[in-house]
């Protein structure tokens, strides 16, 4: 059952910015930690930016300075600008989102991803 949803992936040029957004269904509740993982064709997923419920943010270094994430936690929703874009940053990019699920407990929970292409 997919719980959280990303949306904002495209096509951009080099030095172009897209913003993603993900939001996560009113089942999930408490949300503590929301993070942003691209994956590459052949590559592994590891995180590139997280945020905590107090807004602690942590940042791969190759996007720091690039990229930001950020959060609403009314709307339950976690957003990654990303700037000054390259080839290289070219992945399907998945949220997640660790919270609370009634009966369940605390959960990890992922979305299904948006493709994010960065070309000329």
């Known amino acids: 059952q997919v719980l959280v949803v990303e949306s904002g992936g495209g096509l951009v040029q080099p030095g172009g910015s897209l913003k993603l957004s993900c939001a996560a269904f009113r089942s999930i509740f408490n949300i503590d930690v929301m993070a942003w993982y691209p994956q590459a064709p052949g590559k592994e997923r590891e995180s590139v930016a997280v945020?905590?419920?107090?807004?602690?943010?942590r940042y791969a270094g190759s996007v720091k300075g690039r990229f930001t994430i950020s959060r609403d936690n009314d709307k339950k929703t976690v957003y990654l600008q990303m700037n000054s874009l390259k080839p290289e940053d070219t992945a399907v990019y998945y949220c997640?989102?660790?919270?609370?699920?009634?009966?369940?407990?605390?959960?990890?929970?992922w979305g299904q991803g948006t493709q994010v292409t960065v070309s000329s």
């Open positions: 945020i905590t419920r107090d807004g602690s943010t």
């Open positions: 997640n989102v660790v919270g609370l699920r009634a009966g369940i407990g605390l959960q990890s929970n």
